[in-house]
């Protein structure tokens, strides 16, 4: 008789994790609207920039979680989205430049393509791989290599200069398509807002309305089905050129702009700091002395562009809760790096510098209590694939090297203590960073090249670089084993690649 307790007891939990099921698979599963924006950096309002006009960014911020510490894997476009859909470390997936695909293992799977397996209707709208849809990734091994040969005459030239050399690279034909952009901005007159066909120059700005308007299309046949579904959309503006309709511009009169505080006419740092700090500003004012006129101008025309783009957000989000779908779809929004406007007289991306590795990052999760909340901690974009699959109850797939947020979107403040790292190329090695919340930590070539230090806390800006003070050691040990032993630890795939070259080189001499 004494055992009876035991067997209710045992049966009782049974039947309960009988229930848990039975209700998991009656919930219909959450939809996710991701959103991906080409250059956004933290120059919006809800990151406290009190000059742009983000009316649609800043109301998401108050639905969900903004991250206040979020930064890419690297701050290049290809590079930062191979590594946030695929969840692994550019070390890891080798994409460290613009041309090279993803390496294909057999068993990584993007995100994109998990959500299509796990019975979601997948679409996607807009730049959210780097190239073209259907990526690379989930084409199969054999699009993967046709991809990887189209683009081999590209990355050779990548190997002989590298896309963010520490010198200016010749006029090579990838380098003058960069040139085409250099000090591109204006306003497009309203009356000139017409289609692609009929107005070439506006491209880039007609895109995205036109992609706004298929992911509404997109949402309103959803709202028909039965099935989950992911929409990606992804936003060109404010990327370059920067040209947006007329009535954008006349929000931000150039005069009233401010220059950041450490703006100079060319790349600028002090002497201390290694030069493979700086790069050269190939997307805007390539070898050119920007004025401070120029510049407002410039900032202006980013504003513009950034404005323009959410209001198509704005059309979208509409749309959602127009269709009542608010309740039951996640939402994550994202730049995929950050851009400099002057600072440290940069433009455009591909330091590690905060203003170039930092991102705005919003997630909304109808179901959770903590909506308008923002997390201090340090958190990275290849945390967003883990968390994306714990927030829809989906199996965790193998090898995903970064960690889910969900704690975070329960208790914004909870202590998490991950630091978050960042790579970036030069020449045929790489630079590595690694943040805390309070420290930023920069070895080039492994210390071989020189190192930075910054106090995020005391010096935001990264103006005062202690790398070389000796009261700081301990900190800096502290720092260079993270790296040391961390995720980014691997070889530059540049480096290895002509290692490989030089040996077959040798091979076919000794023959």
């Known amino acids: 008789m004494s055992s009876i307790p035991a067997i209710l007891t045992t049966l009782g939990a049974a039947l309960s994790a ?10 219909p599963k959450p939809n996710v609207l991701f959103i991906a924006v080409d250059d956004l950096n933290t120059r919006v309002g809800c990151y406290g920039d009190p000059m742009v006009k983000t009316p649609n960014l800043d109301g998401l911020a108050r639905r969900g979680v903004r991250f206040e510490r979020a930064y890419c894997q690297f701050p290049l476009c290809g590079p930062s989205r191979a590594s946030l859909l695929l969840g692994r ?22 995100l994109t393509e998990y959500f299509r397996l796990s019975g979601y209707q997948v679409d996607l709208r807009g730049k959210i791989y780097h190239h073209s849809e259907p990526a690379p ?28 050399r520490s010198l200016a690279p010749p ?24 289609g692609a066909e009929a107005n070439a120059k506006a ?31 992804g936003f060109y503006k404010p990327h370059v050129p920067f040209v947006a309709p007329k009535r954008f511009f006349d929000l931000y009169p150039p005069e009233k702009i401010p220059l950041p505080e450490d703006f100079a006419p ?12 700086l790069r050269y500003n190939l997307s805007n004012f390539f070898q050119e002395h920007v004025t401070p006129e120029r510049a407002r101008e410039a900032i202006a025309a980013y504003y513009a562009c950034t404005t323009f783009m959410d209001e198509q957000l704005g059309r979208v989000l509409d749309e959602l809760d127009r269709l009542g779908l608010r309740e039951n779809t996640i939402i994550v929004l994202f730049g995929d790096h950050g851009f400099h406007l002057g600072e440290k007289g940069m433009w455009s991306k591909g330091t590690l510098f905060d203003v170039s590795a930092r991102a705005p990052l919003i997630i909304v999760d109808p ?7 923002t997390s201090p901690r340090t958190v990275e974009f290849v945390d967003i694939y883990p968390t994306l699959v714990e927030l829809c109850g989906l199996s965790k797939p193998p090898g995903l ?31 590595r960073s690694v943040r805390t919340e309070r420290w930023s930590y920069i070895e080039w070539d492994y210390g071989h090249r020189g190192a930075e230090l910054y106090d995020l806390h005391a010096d935001p800006g990264e103006s005062n670089n202690l790398a070389q003070e000796p009261r700081y050691a301990t900190d800096i040990a502290v720092l260079h084993r993270l790296l040391r032993d961390g995720p980014i630890s691997g070889e530059s795939p540049f480096r290895t690649a002509i290692r490989n070259l030089d040996g077959e080189r040798d091979a076919v001499s000794r023959e």
């Open 137 to 164: 990734w989930s084409a199969g091994e054999e699009a993967v290599h046709r991809e990887q040969e189209a683009h081999r005459k590209m990355t050779s030239d990548s190997l002989s200069w590298g896309p963010f």
């Open 401 to 431: 090297e970064g960690t889910s947020l969900v704690p975070l979107l329960d208790n914004p403040q909870v202590a998490c203590g991950r630091p978050a790292y960042t790579v970036v190329a030069r020449e045929d090695w790489l630079g």
């Open 266 to 277: 060319t790349p600028t740092a002090a002497d201390n700091v290694p030069r493979y700090a």
């Open 89 to 110: 470390y550019p070390t890891t997936t080798k994409t460290i430049d613009f041309a090279r695909p993803a390496l294909l293992e057999r068993d990584w799977v993007t």
């Open 18 to 27: 009988l229930s848990m099921q039975v209700y998991a698979a009656a919930t």
């Open 203 to 233: 491209y880039e700005w007609t895109a995205d309305v036109k992609n706004a308007s298929q992911a509404i299309e997109l949402m309103q046949q959803n709202a028909k089905s039965n099935q989950p579904f992911f929409l990606a959309l």
């Open 171 to 194: 006029p090579t034909g990838t380098v003058k398509r960069f040139l085409t952009w250099a000090g591109k901005f204006g306003a497009v007159p309203d009356s000139e807002m017409v």
């Open 367 to 373: 179901r959770k209590e903590t909506a308008g909340q």
